[in-house]
């Protein structure tokens, strides 16, 4: 299906990756270490059909978490018919109370949703995790198609594949959508030491934004401006911010935060400013929330899910916790407040003294695991110097929201690098690939 010329520029694309400062970067033990994001270039392709499926699955998920976080800043009638316990709601360390009562521009909560899947070997599609927060990761496969286009031109003109070039233009629709008085639309980076600053740089220069960070906004009489280099201020309504929401206004939330805008929240909550993602998306992050969202799309949108959970208990119910306990070497442990392929363990890879302290900490603790039966990812082939060697991979999806729900016909997927490894994340070594949608 692909152009074995294509396969031939890889090294190519690599050295052009680099030049252009495509890296992820991770404070370990108090040091920041940038690092190139291997790409390869056999691509991960799917079907129109079976896109089109994903596509529908997507769509219904987020118009639910959208709901829920609605509800759950407001009415929390979800919670009073009982189908989340309470404190699966206020014990979520995702949970901001300061968010009680705010409405967003247009009710839009996730306008970017980072939504990661696997494909199982008998070809069907599980959702792992849902990221509503600050998603990253798209702009790595915009620049390797970009590049690929380049080094190899007959592959894509031999190809019937799906353009994903037109992320930025998604982006800057939603954005538009959600802008407050027609202000400038701006994406707030805490800076080049960032895991994602190349992601920060690289969609404002697509999206036609500025890039700015804390100190060149401030707020003057409840409005948000942007002080351009001769002191002028000019009037922002959208801002696309990359940093978390503890750090976001130090006079709201953690208030040693340096790359915030003092009442920028305050802004906000009186309607005269975007901010997206919405603050308070983390309680959709939740892993345990995400065992409830099949029952979300029931509640919300009277509807059955299209796309399935992997298999997943709750220690918190006594039932699953008995499941958990019978069958604790066949599951895969996660702490609910962990990302990034941290706080995630095997059952089967524990000694004994291990297994018995987690299970102690487990009943200790039960809201804050969950368990899930271990999905055999289907294998895909990427390069090893000449050879190709499967590996594990996922796929992260983004779902774009404005007047509707709009997926973008691309991805990120990730794979690990270690053949013995389920663990794909960047900072946990993986590389990426180009996702090829097929067209009809």
Avoid at 34 to 48: G, K, M, S, T, V
Avoid at 284 to 299: C, E, L, S, T
Wanted: aromatic share 12%; hydrophobic share 35%; net charge negative.
């Amino acid at each position: 299906m692909y152009d074995l010329d294509l396969l031939e520029h890889t090294d190519t694309v690599n050295e052009l990756l680099a030049r252009y400062g495509v890296k992820f970067g991770i404070y370990k033990n108090n040091t920041f270490k940038e690092q190139l994001f291997p790409f390869d270039a056999i691509p991960r392709i799917i079907e129109h059909d079976e896109f089109d499926h994903l596509e529908k699955g997507l769509k219904q998920r987020v118009m639910a978490l959208n709901l829920f976080l609605k509800d759950i800043y407001g009415k929390k009638q979800i919670v009073k018919d009982n189908v989340i316990p309470e404190d699966f709601i206020f014990a979520s360390s995702g949970y901001m109370a300061e968010c009680e009562g705010v409405r967003p521009p247009k009710d839009i909560y996730s306008h970017i949703s980072g939504i990661d899947l696997v494909q199982a070997k008998d070809k069907k599609w599980y959702i792992l995790e849902d990221n509503l927060r600050v998603p990253s990761g798209a702009s790595y496969p915009m620049i390797a198609r970009e590049l690929c286009r380049r080094s190899s031109p007959l592959t894509f003109q031999n190809t019937r594949l799906e353009d994903n070039r037109n992320y930025a233009r998604l982006l800057r629709r939603t954005m538009d959508y959600v802008n407050v008085d027609e202000g400038h639309t701006v994406i707030l980076t805490p800076g080049r030491y960032n895991a994602a600053y190349f992601e920060h740089s690289y969609l404002a220069e697509k999206t036609g934004s500025h890039l700015v960070n804390g100190s060149e906004l401030v707020v003057v009489e409840d409005k948000l401006y942007y002080q351009t280099f001769d002191g002028k201020l000019e009037r922002v309504g959208a801002v696309y911010r990359r940093i978390s929401d503890e750090y976001l206004d130090p006079m709201n939330f953690n208030p040693e935060s340096v790359i915030g805008i003092p009442h920028i929240y305050d802004v906000y909550r009186k309607g005269n400013v975007a901010l997206i993602n919405a603050p308070g998306n983390g309680i959709a992050d939740d892993k345990g929330i995400y065992y409830f969202v099949p029952k979300m799309i029931k509640y919300y949108l009277d509807e059955e899910p299209i796309l399935d959970n992997a298999p997943t208990y709750l220690p918190f119910y006594e039932e699953d916790m008995r499941y958990v306990l019978e069958n604790f070497d066949k599951l895969v442990l996660k702490d609910v407040a962990e990302a990034g392929g941290y706080g995630v363990v095997f059952g089967s890879s524990m000694s004994a003294d291990q297994k018995e302290a987690f299970i102690g900490l487990l009943k200790k603790e039960p809201r804050r695991f969950i368990a899930q039966e271990v999905i055999d990812f289907l294998d895909i082939d990427i390069l090893d110097g000449s050879s190709e060697v499967p590996r594990k991979a996922d796929l992260r999806a983004f779902v774009l929201m404005a007047d509707e729900p709009l997926v973008w016909k691309s991805g990120l997927t990730r794979f690990s690098r270690n053949p013995d490894s389920f663990i794909v994340n960047s900072s946990q070594g993986g590389g990426f690939k180009d996702t090829w949608v097929l067209s009809q």
